[in-house]
């Protein structure tokens, strides 16, 4: 049922946005796209998937799996696969949880292990905006600057308040507000050195920034005369949105986030939908080894 609502949801979202786009110039754009740059783009965001993989892999070195990098390349692209081609209940984090619980750990540890690989990727996403518009002020009006700003500087000030949970004893004994001190002392444990959390911080960061090159490479395809610049700043609050899971993998929000932030310095409304969606593909097809490696791992039990 619950995908059901967001299957309407998606195709009401691109019903509204192509009642004003011209279907037929639409057409003309992706048919006329350069082949070579969206090649490019599309390794760009294997690269991206890959070095999340790498960061999860180096969070659980902190705690109790013993696994090969191997293994978490193929269960990150394999929770990708489920979270952008499979219409499952089953999402790519329970994917990743389930694959270390089978080889024998306990779901717990699994959970804490995939939700600290989960913030540590969004702060990173934060940190990329805030620096993109703060090095590129004036890129975008003042006003919208000053929003991104102010979204991006609060998240991360909420992540370093969430360090300090701990010290509020009486919060353990709210039922609602336990888990969240219980993720304190688990952030406090695995990174006892700062210095170590600014790493895996800056690989998400990375992870981010090819994925803004992805489109970067896709708006180059459509001659689309946007600047990496203006990416930097516009993109980050666009994943933000499809974060919120109200349609089928973020198509129709990412989509119309899109037109409306890039509308703010006069794009082409028909190329900026015609990238979302070319990206919204790639996606799916960056996603394809993890259908390879589901397969592998069913006939393997």
Known sequence: MKNIIKLIITIAIFYFLFR???????????????????????????????????????????????????????????????????????????????????????????????????????????????????????????DFSLLIIFITVGGIISFSLLFQLH????LADIKFLNLFVRLANRLNSLYASRMLLIKHISISVVVHLFSVLTMYGLSLALGLDLSFQTLLIAVPPVFLLTIVPISLAGWGVREGAMIGIFMLIGADQTKVLAMSILYGLLLILSAVPGAYFWIKSKKAT
């Open 167 to 170: 010290r509020l004893t009486f």
């Open 20 to 142: 004003e786009i011209d279907f037929v110039e639409f057409s003309k754009i992706i048919f006329n796209s350069h082949g070579g740059w969206i090649l490019v783009a599309l390794l760009m965001q294997l690269t991206s998937t890959y070095l999340a993989a790498y960061r999860w892999f180096k969070i659980s070195q902190l705690l109790v799996f013993k696994e090969k990098l191997s293994f978490y390349v193929q269960s990150y692209f394999k929770g990708t696969f489920f979270n952008q081609v499979l219409p499952s209940s089953i999402g790519g984090d329970a994917v990743r949880i389930i694959d270390l619980t089978r080889k024998e750990y306990e779901k717990k540890e699994a959970f804490y292990g995939v939700f600290v690989d989960r913030v540590v990727g969004l702060v990173g996403l934060l940190v990329l905006n805030l620096l993109a518009t703060l090095i590129f002020f004036g890129t975008f009006d003042n």
